[in-house]
């Protein structure tokens, strides 16, 4: 679906991203993990064409990325942000119809149509927001507002999602819903999903694939299990880990153990 | 000179109002817009250049006529809500409304003198703005 070869981002001197390969495919969840300016943030807006690659190409269904028009990759790519920008006072149901907008005939100027409308309410349903349509986006709490932002990435119909460190507002049972979200549209609509995050933990429960990054390169690919090893971790992150098995999923659980407790 | 400002000002009103759904997304921030779909470069070229015009040409034609740009586009987004859909061409056909108005009150509240329309103008605008004002 999207595919990335030898991407190399540059930003004047510094190199952010440098000879990344990846490629997303239906059903599944990549997980981007990585110390802070490790260029994970920088790959993920490559991926949509907001920032522009100094060399690699990026192939969306086997076209060319740059050669794509604005309209197209967005009926095909959807955003998570952090955050909405949220410059000017919206209701929540015309948040979520912004999403429609690769889709309509009239861009220009014209009504959204039944279908656009029908399609809100399934995902307002979806992401439990339906009671809070007409209220304005900067009235909700935090955990909302990210549900907004989510509904409004599936209101595209995009089936590649790209999520940028999209539960980082959010408190422990909103994560788990959010990447729950991401985890249905993979695995009913065959969507394929990348995300960044900083928790390592999450990733290794909804991810199928982990891509760890260090100072612009993936230094390491591979399933949850394969990825998350101890002497990888602390090469990467600097830090004393554990790593044991998840009590419920049996998958690998990380654990940061600070210098103060090495000796125990 | 007269049928030209009305050719710019048909053709400009006209194609800013076939970007409002553009300029609605723009109005959330220009990630979301981009994101969405949006061609954030053109559209705010696009959106300069004919503002640009649209003032510069309606200067040209009748002189600086205040307060009609600052306080009708205010009333009708806080009338019609903030959909640049229905806001932009009502602000159109609101400033014209305005305009007339107070031309009219100006040729006649003194007849057989004349006001400027500026002084009209700002007689309404003025106040208007400062409640406009208060209330943001």
């Not at chain 1, 990026?58 to 955050?83: H, K, T, Y």
């Not at chain 1, 998840?246 to 407790?261: F, S």
């Not at chain 2, 959909?83 to 305009?99: H, Q």
Request: a negative charge; aromatic letters at 4%.
């Amino acid at each position: 679906m999207l595919d990335a070869r030898d991407l190399t981002i540059a930003y004047d001197d510094r190199i952010a991203v440098a000879d990344v390969t990846l490629s997303l495919k239906p059903g599944e969840i990549t997980a981007i993990i990585g110390p802070n300016g490790a260029g994970k943030s920088t790959l993920l807006k490559s991926l949509n064409g907001q920032v522009r690659p100094s060399s690699g190409t990026i192939l969306l269904d086997g076209q060319p990325l740059e050669r794509l028009n604005r309209r197209s990759i967005s009926r095909r790519i959807a955003v998570v942000a952090q955050e909405a920008e949220l410059r000017f006072p919206v209701t929540v149901i015309e948040f979520v119809l912004g999403g429609r907008f690769a889709w309509a005939t009239n861009a220009g100027w014209g009504w959204e149509t039944e279908h656009d409308l029908q399609i809100a309410g399934a995902v307002l349903r979806e992401t439990e927001l339906s009671e809070l349509s007409g209220r304005l986006m900067n009235e909700l709490s935090g955990g909302e507002r990210q549900r907004a932002l989510m509904a409004r990435a599936l209101a595209t119909e995009a089936p590649i999602l790209l999520l940028d460190e999209p539960t980082a507002n959010l408190d422990l049972s909103h994560q788990a819903t959010l990447l729950t979200l991401v985890r249905n549209r993979c695995d009913h609509n065959e969507a394929a999903a990348l995300v960044v995050t900083h928790d390592i933990n999450l990733a290794a429960q909804f991810a199928d694939n982990l891509i760890l990054m260090k100072q612009g390169r993936a230094v390491h690919t591979g399933t949850p299990e394969q990825v998350l090893q101890p002497q990888i971790l602390q090469d990467v992150f600097e830090v004393t880990v554990l790593v044991d098995a998840h009590p419920v999923t049996g998958g690998p659980r990380v654990t940061p153990v600070h210098d103060t407790y090495r000796h125990l | 000179m007269l049928p030209v400002t009305i050719a710019i000002a048909i053709a400009g009103a006209l194609t800013l109002t076939l970007n409002a759904r553009s300029l609605n997304l723009l109005m959330l921030g220009e990630r979301d817009a981009f994101d969405l779909g949006v061609e954030v470069g053109r559209v705010r070229v696009v959106v300069f250049l004919v503002a640009s015009l649209l003032v510069g040409s309606s200067v040209a034609a009748s002189g600086s006529v205040g307060y009609v740009g600052l306080v009708v586009p205010h009333l009708a987004r806080l009338s019609l809500g903030s959909d640049n859909r229905i806001s932009i061409p009502a602000a159109a056909l609101g400033g014209a409304v305005f305009v007339i108005v107070a031309d009219t009150l100006a040729r006649t509240v003194i007849a057989p003198r004349e006001l400027p329309v500026g002084a009209i103008t700002a007689l309404i605008g003025a106040p208007l703005f400062i409640y406009l004002l208060k209330r943001a």
